[in-house]
DNA sequence: CGTCTCCTTGACGTTCATCAAGTATTGTGG
DNA sequence: CCACAATACTTGATGAACGTCAAGGAGACG
């Protein structure tokens, strides 16, 4: 079951002794959440099926959205510091994950170095993924955002078997818009241009890209090229 | 030594293992790197005095400065999944810093459970500070953005014991424009007229608070109400 | 003491937010 | 299963915050 997650580094043996703790949660109905700013924190997750954003609340009570996760997804490392949630992870569909309780995942990774490893790779690996996040915020325009956000999408589709030319995406416009700092309205105008190019189209919930090159070239353009 | 860095959660015996295993490196001079984009990884590095910044270049190989490092702080963690370095570490100022070779750091961690949650906690509490440098870039104004910045390097100081109301800060303007995603020029107007409004003065690498609750005012201040 | 980099100040322009109003889509209860 | 309400999306007109360009002044380093 785990062969999405934590599982490239581990051997067989690993794997089953990390199964034999895992904590097969039912599935989270759309808008449920995983886990809630101020709640105690006590396992990560792993996403086997369908979609989580996480996200915070500002002072005006609007979210901040930090990432979408997708199947083969860990979420929650962000509050092994304080054992607390200041974050909100919530289900934007249909999805059912695994929980790792976090006192017997550090007790077994203390006997299994290889899984010790492995989660020191993927924290790591959310450091990254959060700075290319304010990179793109601080660089690129709005079309490069939505651009890259697309095949950033599709591109974590690929890279775990998924279908990635056409696929459902139960996100709305506005959590884009708000995951990417622009407004609806900006988001909307562009993918309308993008349609009329047809480089992609992204209507009820299904995204069909056409042309990966012009998206990819969009999106990397040199700043003010375009 | 190692009182700043990993060892509120150790006992006496457990940091002087660590001792062991730290390599003490002689002092940075102004501009030279802890690491480069491409190399590959080999240690953490423990902050010792001095100051950091830590960026990538992008296409247009600009800087994008991703964070500032103080005494006590720990940098490269990550590098730690793809066992290089996609990120440039360079002293700002004259730096002292103790490398912690990663494959010892982790051999021992692997004895000591309390090392090897510090680790954990030090990762998980880099990606929330990457969060909320996204959500400052992404929510405030430019005012908003260096008054946060001002108290966040003030109070950083604060809670590792120097002082904090007047201090020296080698950054140069350019970089905090940098870092916040803001042009020099903008910057500079707007330490104008905080200085003007006696809030605060940055001159000659010498920083003085002289109204810490009008700056969290305007650092807080819900968006456009200042 | 001179050069180079950094900082300052002003005038102007651009991107994207805001406001507003209308259309489509989704969800719900009868 | 349909009708209606609520929410999401679209499209246009306007505006503001900050970037860009330019030129002058101060600080730092050799």
Redesign the interface.
């Known amino acids: 079951m785990q062969s999405i997650c934590f599982t490239s580094g581990l051997y067989q043996t690993e794997i089953e002794r990390l199964d034999q703790l895992v904590d097969r949660k039912p599935s989270l109905l759309k808008g449920e959440f995983l886990y809630q700013s101020g709640e105690p924190f006590t396992a990560l997750f792993a996403i086997r099926a369908g979609m989580v954003k996480v996200f915070?609340v500002?002072?005006?009570s609007q979210e901040?959205i930090?990432g979408f996760y997708v199947p083969g997804d860990i979420v929650g490392?962000?509050?092994?510091?304080?054992q607390r949630h200041?974050?909100c992870a919530v289900a934007l569909d249909t999805t059912s994950v695994c929980a790792l309780p976090y006192p017997q995942l550090?007790r077994l990774?203390?006997e299994v170095?290889n899984l010790?490893?492995q989660?020191?790779?993927?924290?790591?690996?959310?450091?990254?993924t959060?700075?290319l996040?304010?990179?793109i915020?601080?660089?690129k325009t709005a079309e490069q955002r939505l651009a890259d956000f697309v095949l950033m999408m599709s591109g974590r589709l690929r890279a775990r078997g998924y279908e990635y030319t056409q696929f459902r995406l139960n996100i709305l416009h506005r959590d884009v818009a708000c995951y990417l700092?622009l407004t609806p309205e900006t988001v909307s105008r562009i993918f309308g241009k993008f349609q009329k190019l047809q480089l992609m189209s992204w209507k009820k919930k299904e995204v069909l890209i056409q042309d990966f090159d012009a998206l990819q070239q969009i999106a990397?353009s040199?700043?003010q090229g375009n």
Chains 1, 2 share one sequence.
Do not use: K, W, Y
């Not at 490392?77 to 304080?82: D, G, H, L, R, S």
């Not at 989660?119 to 990254?128: H, R």
């Open positions: 915070s500002n002072d005006l901040v930090h490392m962000e509050a092994m510091a304080c200041e974050f550090t990774a203390m170095p010790n490893a989660i020191f790779s993927l924290m790591s690996q959310e450091i990254v959060g700075r996040h304010s990179t915020l601080a660089q700092n990397q040199s700043d």
